[in-house]
C-alpha cells in the first residue's frame, strides 16, 4: 500500500506527495502565516481525506482562525458535489475499446483479477471498465476500512468537506486553487495507462504491509508530526511501489508552485484559511518552506 491519500478531492481520495528533504518542522497541522507586509494572520491547516474530524479537538486555536479568516481557501471548491462525481465517472473509464489485456501480461491480468476479488471482492469482469488510478483510489478505501473498524464513508466527512461547510454556513466565501477537471487530468490521465496497471499490481501485491503503514501515517498525521509524516511516506527507500519523479513532481511541487502564484494575493487581500492536504505543507517544496522563503512568518498554532 502506498502513499496513503491526505490531500485531494474527496471524491477520487487520492494523495498527492512528492519526494524532497523535509523541513524541521514543530509537531501541527495548524500554522500562522503573518509578515511580509500582511495587515493580518492568515492560516495554513493540513487536512487528512479519511480522518475524523474529531482531530481538530487537539487545536483551541481552530475555531478562532476560522472564524477570525474572510475567506477560506481549498484545493477546490467541494461545493457541487454532483458535478463532481459526475467528472470523476467521466474520467475513471478506460477509453472505448481498451482493455487490461492491453496494458498487462495474460498473467498479469490473471494475477490482478485474483487480487481484485481477495480484496475488493470483484474481479476485472465488475471492474475491468475502470483505469487503473480508480481501481487504486478504490482500494486504498477498502484498506482503510480494514485498518480502522470506525470508519464509514458512507457517513465519513472529511475534514476539507468540514472546514467549507463551516464557512458556507458563516456566508464566508470558498475559493478553489484549482478545478476538479485539472485535478481529475492530473490523477486520471497523467501516468500512460500501462504505467498505472503497473502500479495498481504492485500495490495489491504488496499489500501486507498496508495496514500497518496506514496506521503509523494516521498516527503521525494526528499528531501533527509532519516532517515524519513527509518522510515515511515519500523518502522511503523500503517502498517496493515508488511514483515515477514525473508524477511525483506534478502532483505535488508543480501544484504548490502553482497555489503560490495565487495564495500570496489571497492573503494580502485579508485573512485567509487555507486548508490544503498536509503533505502539500512538509518538505523543501512544501507551503511552509516556501512561504518563509518568500519572507512570510510562519508559526505552529495549536
Known amino acids: 500500500m502506498k502513499k496513503v491519500h491526505f490531500c485531494i478531492l474527496s471524491v477520487t481520495m487520492l494523495l498527492a506527495g512528492c519526494a524532497g528533504k523535509a523541513e524541521n518542522l514543530s509537531e501541527s497541522l495548524l500554522w500562522k502565516v503573518t509578515g511580509n507586509g500582511l495587515d493580518s494572520p492568515s492560516y495554513l491547516f493540513g487536512t487528512h481525506h479519511f480522518i475524523s474530524t474529531d482531530v481538530l479537538g487537539a487545536y483551541p ?15 477546490m471548491d467541494m461545493e457541487d458535489s454532483a458535478t463532481s462525481q459526475m467528472l470523476v465517472m467521466e ?7 481498451v482493455t ?3 496494458l498487462l501480461t495474460e498473467e498479469e491480468c490473471d494475477k490482478l483479477d485474483r487480487l481484485l476479488v481477495e480484496h475488493l471482492g470483484i474481479g476485472l469482469e465488475m471492474y475491468g471498465a475502470f483505469k487503473p488510478a480508480m481501481l487504486s483510489a478504490m482500494y486504498s478505501a477498502f484498506t482503510y476500512m480494514s485498518a480502522d473498524p470506525t470508519y464509514d ?13 463551516m464557512a458556507a454556513t458563516d456566508s464566508k466565501p470558498i475559493i478553489g486553487l484549482e478545478t476538479v477537471t485539472e485535478q481529475l487530468e492530473l490523477l486520471m490521465d497523467f501516468e500512460p495507462l500501462e504505467s498505472q496497471a503497473q502500479m495498481l499490481l504492485c500495490a495489491l501485491e504488496h499489500s501486507d504491509d498496508g495496514i500497518d503503514e496506514l496506521l503509523l501515517q494516521t498516527q503521525l498525521y494526528s499528531e501533527g508530526r509532519l516532517q515524519e509524516l513527509y518522510d515515511q511516506s515519500f523518502n522511503n ?3 517496493p511501489c515508488p511514483m515515477s519523479e514525473a508524477f511525483e513532481l506534478a502532483l505535488n511541487t508543480t501544484r504548490n508552485e502553482n497555489w503560490l502564484t495565487r495564495i500570496p494575493a489571497l492573503m494580502a487581500e485579508g485573512p485567509s484559511f487555507i486548508a490544503v492536504g498536509a503533505l502539500h505543507l512538509a518538505g523543501e517544496p512544501g507551503l511552509i518552506n516556501r512561504l518563509r522563503e518568500m519572507g512570510y512568518t510562519v508559526e505552529p498554532l495549536r
Open 91 to 97: 474520467y475513471a473509464m478506460l477509453p472505448d475499446g
Open 237 to 239: 527507500d523500503d517502498d
Open 61 to 75: 486555536s481552530f475555531e478562532k482562525a476560522l472564524s477570525e479568516s474572510s475567506v477560506v481557501v481549498g484545493e
Open 100 to 102: 487490461y489485456g492491453e
Open 153 to 165: 464513508p458512507m457517513s465519513h466527512e472529511p475534514i476539507d468537506s468540514y472546514i467549507q461547510r
